[in-house]
């Protein structure tokens, strides 16, 4: 089993930055797929970034792509989120995955999730 426990939300204004960080407790997620998806009041759960065991291949959303980076420690066990030029829209409950497969497209696609961390993103 994988615990995953996110932290580094907040309260930012439009336009600005935070990092997230999700860390991994129990069996080493160092061989996983890791990412980050996101859900907005009222809205579905998203797809935002992965990265592969290795951090060799990283893939995000069109809406986030060179806004947003996503990272990995393997010695720490730790996977990472930079979030600059933050918009009001943006307001969501982000929460950390893994999973054994290499794509996590979607939230069933990964095979363990966090608690999430609120963003909050005032105009």
């Known amino acids: 089993q994988v615990q995953l426990v996110e932290s580094g939300g907040g309260s930012v204004e439009t336009g600005g930055s935070l990092r997230l960080s999700c860390a991994a407790s129990g069996r080493t997620c160092s061989s996983y797929t890791r990412g980050w998806f996101r859900q907005a009041p009222g809205k579905e759960r998203e797809f935002v970034a992965s990265?592969?065991?290795?951090?060799?291949?990283?893939y995000y959303a069109d809406s986030v792509k060179g806004r947003f980076t996503i990272s990995r420690d393997n010695a720490k066990n730790n996977l990472y989120l930079a979030i600059n030029s933050l918009k009001p829209e943006e307001t969501a409950v982000y929460y950390c995955v893994a999973g054994r497969r290499v794509l996590l497209l979607t939230f069933d696609d990964c095979d363990y999730w966090g608690q999430g961390t609120q963003v909050t993103v005032s105009s």
């Open positions: 990265i592969i065991w290795s951090g060799a291949n990283k």
